[in-house]
């Protein structure tokens, strides 16, 4: 990015449908293992469709303690445990000082399995026995401050809504406030819907595959794509500017966030261009790159055609017919909303370390109409020096992050 | 009405505004401050909700705030129910 002041992720944490803590996540990408599958938190006959990623094998108590649950929703938790990974990752962070360190996160969804339960207490019983804690537990800047509070974090805060380019947003929103002198940022994003108001809620967007079968209900880029599963979850990160890391002696620098853009669509209809190719070329130029230097692209990946379709276009326009390897490690999570982009950077920095692109799982056919080169069926083994990370969110959010493996 | 005893307050507390761990499972928490045990504001109002639910104490919330203590906390919600039963 701009400047002298350069911003690297020094510590990871993830909570994924298909695996909890970064390794076993990174595994199950490669492998292929799913975490869709169908909701078991309620009784779904009835509902339209009756699948999730959902996190099954997360026990809050022992990853967060008894304190914090009644004030929490699950979506609050997970993040909580996220960032004390990604804190124990990033490892001695104890000697900076607090007012040095602060707090981003994206959240698209609030605590709606909070918030549904509460509700249901105010219409039966009345609103003497709704919690005292609905009043924050609900809302999208809780992450942040929960986070805050736990880990003493005392400096420039933020929290961002922007749908599932929300956590993209975040980070970059971290890295610019290490330009401005903050040491380091706990980034990242964590949502979770997977009560009976919240999953019938996401139903409501209409993006929402109604497809019974786990392995054929998202399928991102495929002739046969019909929208996207929803799915609960994300990753938290540590940022800092190289000079903290470097002072402090970190462990280790697992990668360089190098560029971050955002940009919005023009209003429906005006037959102008989505932004999304602007996000991806302000991203890598702002890295001081060409896109002949990325090496693979994360794609949003959202599973509806017509979305799938203007990707693909952006991306073969941007880079060549097929030029450079697309990736949707998605396919095995569902869509997270604004844990979706971190969880892709998470990826994307696991990709470029081990040299390993992770499959787009269960999409078999793309229309050649597309002129993308999506990775299927096994991880592609390749150097890999940088990758682009793209995320879109409903409305006209579009985002895009560069991360690059790190040298001085 | 029977009175309260300190581990009944003690259970709404914990089980209105979550368990501290830095207490020894036989620890005598009376006259612990709530600030030392890790609860605020809204910990008390929360469980001042719950005694009114489950014991039928009334406790204003300028008062639930003035307590300091665990114990002192029981004196107010001992000292609401006597007042509720004579009443």
Not at chain 1, 13 to 20: E, L
Not at chain 1, 85 to 114: K, P, Q
Not at chain 1, 390 to 395: D, E
Request: glycine residues 12%; hydrophobic residues 45%.
């Amino acid at each position: 990015m701009t400047g002298s002041v350069r911003t690297v992720i020094t510590g990871m944490g993830v909570v994924a449908p298909n695996g909890i803590g970064t390794e076993r996540y990174w595994q199950a990408a490669r492998d292929g293992r799913s975490g869709i599958r169908e909701l078991s938190r309620f009784d779904t006959s009835g509902y339209p469709y009756r699948l999730a990623g959902q996190i099954v094998d997360f026990v809050a108590e022992e990853h967060i303690g008894r304190r914090l649950l009644p004030q929490t929703d699950v979506s609050t938790r997970l993040a909580l445990a996220a960032a004390d990974w990604a804190i124990a990752d990033a490892s001695g962070l104890d000697g900076l000082a607090s007012d040095r360190m602060g707090v981003v996160t994206a959240n698209a969804l609030g605590g709606f399995e909070f918030t549904h339960r509460e509700f249901r207490k105010l219409w039966r019983q009345g609103s003497p026995y709704v919690s005292v804690y609905e009043s924050f537990a609900w809302f999208y800047a809780v992450n942040s401050g929960q986070i805050s509070i736990r880990n003493g974090l005392r400096g420039s805060s933020a929290a961002l809504v922007a749908e599932q380019a929300g956590g993209l947003d975040a980070l970059g929103h971290a890295c610019r406030t290490i330009r401005g002198g903050t040491d380091l940022m706990i980034t990242g994003g964590v949502d979770s819907a997977l009560d009976p108001w919240g999953f019938l809620s996401q139903f409501a967007g209409g993006r929402v595959s109604v497809e019974p079968d786990p392995a054929r209900a998202y399928l991102p880029f495929d002739a046969a794509a019909s929208g996207y599963v929803p799915g609960e979850g994300g990753a938290m990160l540590v940022v800092e500017s190289a000079a903290s890391a470097h002072a402090r002696g970190a462990a280790q620098i697992h990668a360089e966030i190098a560029g971050y853009a955002a940009t919005f669509d023009p209003p429906p209809g005006s037959g102008r261009p989505s932004g999304l190719r602007r996000a991806a070329e302000q991203a890598i130029a702002g890295a001081g790159l060409v896109p002949g230097d990325i090496g693979v692209v994360f794609a949003d990946a959202s599973g509806v055609p017509e979305l799938d379709r203007d990707e693909a276009a952006t991306i073969s326009a941007l880079f060549g017919p097929g030029a450079v390897p697309v990736t949707a490690p998605k396919a095995l999570t569902g869509r997270l909303y604004a844990g979706g982009g971190p969880l892709d950077v998470v990826t994307a920095v696991l990709s470029l370390r081990d040299g390993v692109i992770p499959p787009t799982a269960h999409t078999t056919a793309v229309p050649e109409s597309y002129q993308i080169d999506l990775v299927l069926g096994a991880p592609r083994e390749l150097p890999l020096p940088a990758a682009l990370v793209l995320a879109r969110g409903r409305h006209g959010f579009n985002a895009a992050v560069v991360v690059r493996a790190w040298s001085q | 009405m029977t009175q309260l005893s300190i581990d009944d307050i003690h259970q709404v507390l914990v089980e209105s505004a979550g368990e501290v761990e830095n207490i020894a499972p036989d620890e005598d928490v009376t006259g612990r401050t709530f600030e030392e045990l890790g609860y605020d504001s809204l910990a008390l109002i929360e469980t001042a909700a719950q005694l009114r639910q489950r014991f039928g104490i009334h406790l204003e919330d300028d008062a639930v705030l003035s307590a300091e203590t665990l114990g002192g906390l029981l004196a107010l919600a001992n000292a609401a129910a006597t007042r509720r039963v004579e009443g």
